[in-house]
Each structure stands twice: as C-alpha cells, then as structure tokens.
C-alpha cells in the first residue's frame, strides 16, 4: 500500500510541476486586506495545492486520533468483558459455586 501511495504522490508531483511550468504568467492577488502585485500563477496554484494538503492532512491527522481513542477503548472493554467472562467460568469452581 505504501509502494503504491508513493506512486501516486510521484505523479501527482509531476503533474503539478507541469502545470505550474505552463503557467508562467503573472497576475495580481487579493488577499484578504493586502494586494500582491505581478505573482506567477504557477506559484498561486502551488501553494493553494499545499494548502489543501495540508488541510486535508490535519483532518485525516484528527481522524486518526480519534480512531486510536476509540481502539484502545474498545481494547480496555475487551479486557474488561474477558476478565468477566474467566470469572463466570470458575464461579463453580469457588466456595460460592459449591454452596448453590
């Protein structure tokens, strides 16, 4: 899978030099209060590809967080249940189990 994904991310990165290459032309940039002046497109068009990345990666990075939170949950229940069920399993084998 990682063999893969790296394989992607190759093209990807490939494809987005291409484009960036093929837009060399400048433009001017409005952001929020501020005004850039004769930017390369290219550029505008890699950096909004990094801010998506990066975007993308602190929400799969919180996603992954609360899926690790939810195993070990569930690991500690498992216990929990398993430790249960060996009590249930030797409860006739106590005093209290001969007595009924």
């Known amino acids: 899978m990682n063999i893969l994904r790296m394989i992607l991310v190759f093209f990807i990165s490939i494809l987005l030099i291409i484009v960036t290459l093929q837009n060399l032309e400048r433009t001017n940039v409005n952001l929020f209060f501020d005004r850039f002046e004769s930017v390369p497109l290219g550029s505008i068009i890699l950096i909004a590809y990094l801010l998506g990345l990066l975007t993308v990666g602190i929400f799969a990075l919180i996603g992954e967080i609360k899926l690790r939170n939810e195993i070990k949950k569930a690991k500690k229940e498992k216990e929990?249940?398993?430790?249960?069920?060996?009590?249930?399993?030797?409860?006739?084998?106590?005093?209290?189990?001969?007595?009924?």
């Open 80 to 100: 929990a249940l398993l430790a249960e069920l060996n009590d249930l399993r030797n409860y006739f084998f106590t005093e209290k189990g001969e007595e009924k």
